[in-house]
């Protein structure tokens, strides 16, 4: 697709359910980041991959928290028992790593509310 | 991680007015990329700066890194409505991962 296309882009989920935000990037990009932004807040980094492989996770904020890519391509974001605080955006954004810009493209974004 | 600071966290600017917000770090950065986010939308990127002292311009918009590669700014000339966002700067590793600043709020009245 022309641009990085996420879904759902609202999902309301009470709490203790699980919830999956997916995420398909432009094609042929290689690094693949996953962030979470809260209101009025900058996106804090959760996890990247390289391909199909998980490079970095660390700001991941618990084990509840789990992403793939298992093809390279598409990635899911899995969030396990939902609690209030994990309400927020989750961006995903995709880059080719050693581009003359740096750019990363984001989507628009899944807007997670949990009552 | 390192952060980057930017300040001011909020500004409110008259149109045609001019402003500057402004990215610090303690420590040398690799590189600067700044982004822009409209109310309700995704981050969206407006340049890279890799050079010490690097001064880049789009239309009313001018970017620079300092001599020390520690600080940046981005200077808006005579503002309009269009420039309402929020601004995020960021610097990235080696992998391109991206760590942002909490970005200034621009708020631009008529």
């Known amino acids: 697709g022309a641009g990085v296309s996420q879904s759902p882009r609202y999902k309301v989920a009470k709490r203790g359910q699980d919830v999956a935000l997916r995420c398909d990037p432009i094609s042929g990009h290689v690094s693949l980041f996953w962030y979470q932004q809260a209101l009025g807040q900058g996106p804090e980094f959760l996890t990247y991959f390289q391909n199909e492989a998980q490079l970095d996770k660390s700001g991941l904020p618990s084990d509840r928290f789990f992403a793939e890519r298992p093809e390279g391509s598409v990635s899911t974001l899995k969030i396990q028992r939902t609690q209030q605080e994990d309400s927020a955006v989750y961006l995903c954004?995709?880059?080719?790593?050693?581009?003359?810009?740096?750019?990363?493209?984001f989507g628009e974004g899944s807007r997670l509310t949990v009552l | 991680g390192q952060q980057v600071m930017q300040i001011p966290q909020y500004q409110h600017v008259q149109e045609g007015e001019d402003f500057t917000t402004y990215c610090n770090s303690s420590t040398t950065l690799s590189n600067i990329q700044w982004y822009k986010q409209r109310p309700g939308g995704h981050p969206v990127f407006l340049i890279q700066?890799?050079?010490?002292?690097e001064v880049k311009k789009q239309k009313r918009l001018t970017f620079q890194f300092g001599e020390a590669k520690k600080n940046s700014s981005l200077h808006i000339t005579a503002t309009q409505t269009t420039d309402v966002g929020t601004y995020f700067c960021?610097?990235?590793?080696?992998?391109?991962?991206?760590?942002f600043g909490a970005g200034t709020q621009v708020v631009v009245t008529p």
């Open positions: 700066l890799v050079k010490s002292g």
């Open positions: 960021g610097r990235t590793d080696s992998w391109g991962k991206l760590q």
């Open positions: 954004a995709s880059s080719l790593p050693g581009s003359y810009t740096g750019e990363l493209f």
